[in-house]
């Protein structure tokens, strides 16, 4: 999400020891917004609304924090003021914490697009990751926290039916605003557990400078229609318009992280079409 430079609850034991502790504990809060097993805290956050009619989650979305501090990230989640929120929120030792049941609609995607829908808060899961981000210098996640990411997606997706073509970062879903969770995070791990996509990404060609900002055409028409076909929310203008730059960048970013840069060069485009087409095998079989 990013929730740095955005303008207490319960806890409760589900299975495990909690691993931190807040004020106003509530033992006696009903179990009932618990959706898995794999929560250490609860911590509820009034920042959700009931999702729309007919809408139920069938899209996983993953962000980073983007602040310094686990504890700081949990209160601006669940305070009034911000009006942001997850349904769960993974710190670095891996405790999950859960603030927003999954029936329930939260705040986490804003203005988003994804295979021609937008407001895609209305059906997805959000979890975010604490991970001070870019601006801290991209820190890894450590072990324990990519495992509880890997355990928590898992959960979330078979429980859900979530199809891994919708397992998606916030940078695909709101590329001309977001960057997370970077291109630092291990999305090859969650796909050998059978959640999202991934393919080995074709190597970079340090002289391949491909297509970017200013160029246009009929190659940047179709390298556009690649891309809305895929699922990103860009226009076949065929003019490499800022917004083309973002959605190549957030591509990048998610598979094809040598190298983010914002130009579709040769290791992009055969990135992409090997995406589409393991996407396709998996549509065909299921």
Not at 51 to 72: E, F, K, V, W
């Amino acid at each position: 999400m990013g929730l740095a430079g955005q303008s207490a609850c319960p806890l409760l034991v589900i299975e495990r020891p909690l691993a931190r502790q807040f004020p106003d504990e509530r033992p006696n809060m009903s179990l009932s917004m618990i959706d898995t097993g794999l929560v250490d805290n609860w911590r509820a956050s009034p920042n959700h609304e009931a999702r729309p009619d007919g809408s139920h989650p069938d899209m996983l979305i993953l962000h980073y924090t983007g602040m310094a501090d686990h504890d700081r990230a949990l209160y601006w989640l669940t305070t009034p003021e911000s009006k942001v929120s997850c349904h769960y929120l993974v710190d670095e030792d891996g405790t999950v914490t859960q603030m927003v049941a999954e029936r329930h609609k939260a705040w986490h995607a804003g203005i988003s697009h994804w295979a021609g829908r937008e407001s895609l808060n209305d059906c997805s899961i959000g979890i975010e990751i604490h991970n001070p981000g870019h601006e801290a210098g991209r820190p890894p996640y450590p072990e324990a926290q990519m495992e509880a990411v890997t355990r928590l997606a898992l959960d979330i997706c078979a429980r859900r039916g979530i199809p891994a073509k919708r397992v998606l970062a916030h940078s695909d879903v709101a590329p001309n605003r977001k960057a997370d969770p970077g291109e630092w995070f291990d999305w090859a791990r969650l796909y050998r557990v059978g959640v999202g996509l991934w393919v080995p990404p074709m190597a970079v060609d340090a002289t391949d400078r491909g297509i970017g900002p200013g160029d246009t055409g009929v190659a940047v028409t179709a390298l556009q229609r690649a891309f809305g076909d895929f699922g990103y929310g860009v226009p076949a203008s065929g003019e490499f318009c800022a917004m083309t730059e973002h959605v190549v960048r957030a591509f990048q970013r998610h598979w094809r992280p040598m190298r983010v840069d914002g130009r579709a060069d040769q290791s992009t485009l055969a990135t992409l079409a090997r995406l589409a087409q393991l996407r396709e095998a998996m549509d065909a079989i299921t």
